[in-house]
């Protein structure tokens, strides 16, 4: 498949004297205590002192936790012993669906009782409890794209990449990019994946048809993904140097990958390759390394080598209840580097059980190198303040 070339752009060179984390990295010393952390852990550091965050929540776990007892007025990250940010994200180009602009019209447009459906901001209709609209997996009725002429009709023109609104706060968001990185923090560029992408336009059981029913569907979707990931990175790229990409992907399943081998190759590799080519290019610092980074759930062993095809550095975030063990893939990927495989479900057992899952995982893993404990995903209504509190403070005992 022929695709168009993108232009790279005129950007200065590197300039070696300017430590600014722009033109040439920030000198260790100046670097914060997280960005130290953070930058040891993807240098794959055996015995680093280990980053201190989370995964997520669930909707309504901190207001459950206050009422069991969490102190009212303190920050979480202060009772929890969360490190400040290592990284900072730069936005723009969605997550675990694109970044239309304008997006569609959030609205209920029916009404069933206890139930209601809705179209959310990406044009999908959805079944929600009447009111409601978080913490519980709604039942996906339909996605705007069912082919080319919806396509065009409905979404293309949502993503053209020179809308100017798109750019509206770009200043202000460039302006904290720059703080972020003369404090030596990872400049990371998120954007949602391909299959992400093609699931939220098509949905997850109509795109699997049309893979092999309207390829060229799925080349055209692709080809506007790649043009706005191109451009938006083109326009942060003129500010900061960016030294990570970071997918939102889900491309497994608890059994393995939702498409073949082939498919990736073919329907995502070529566009990711490009972008990852065009981001290191055209950096402000031509020098520096680019990691790239790949969240999936479900089993992801069985698209690690497939993705270090294109160069994959690091992934997260391993849910155990996939079959994932950050241990055991760990000792078979020694230069990967892992965030998360800690069960969440186990938290919600007792301190014993606790205590030898944790103690089973963290010093293995700060030894080896290369990791961030955090919950598997978002921790779950189910596990108390307690809990999690004697979780944390294990954490920060075994982790340095």
Known sequence: MAMRPLALGRFPLTNIGTQDGIHAPVPRERMTESARKLRDIYAITPGAPILHREFGFMEGMVERWREE??????????????????????????????????????KVVEDR???????????????CFKGRRQGFMPEYLD??????????????????????????????????AKAAAAEGRLIVQNVVGGYMYLRSLIGPT?????????????????????????????????????????????????KGPLISPEMVREFLFPYYQQ?????????????RRVLFQLDTDGYAPSVIALYREIGMDAMLPFEVASGCDV?????????????????????????????????????????RGG???????AVPLEVSYENYLHYRERCVELGG
């Open 371 to 377: 990791y961030i404990p955090t919950c598997d995903h």
């Open 69 to 106: 007892g969490m102190p009212q007025d303190a920050p979480m990250e202060e009772v929890f012993h969360y490190d400040p940010p290592g990284d900072h994200g730069l936005g723009g180009l969605g997550w675990c669906e694109s970044e239309f602009w304008p997006s569609f019209d959030p």
């Open 206 to 254: 109509g795109l699997l048809f049309a893979f092999y029913d309207q390829p060229d569907l799925i080349h055209e979707c692709m080809r506007a993904w790649l043009e706005l990931a191109d451009a938006v990175t083109a326009r942060h790229q003129e500010h900061v140097t960016i030294e990570m990409v970071y997918f939102g992907e889900d491309i497994c399943y608890n």
């Open 113 to 127: 009782g206890d139930y209601e459906v809705v179209q959310d901001y990406v044009g999908r209709k959805l079944l």
């Open 327 to 367: 241990v055991e893939i760990g000792k078979q990927w020694p230069d990967l580097v892992m965030c998360g495989g800690i069960d969440k479900r186990v938290l919600a057992t007792d301190p014993k059980t606790i205590d030898a899952h944790v103690e089973r995982i963290i010093p293995a893993m700060r030894a």
């Open 275 to 287: 972008l990852l080519t065009s981001v290191k290019a055209r950096n402000i610092d031509r020098r």
């Open 143 to 176: 996605h705007p794209v069912k082919d080319l002429a919806t396509w065009e009709r409905d979404v293309k023109w949502r993503l053209d990449p020179t809308t100017p609104d798109r750019y509206a706060d770009l200043g202000k968001r460039m302006a904290l």
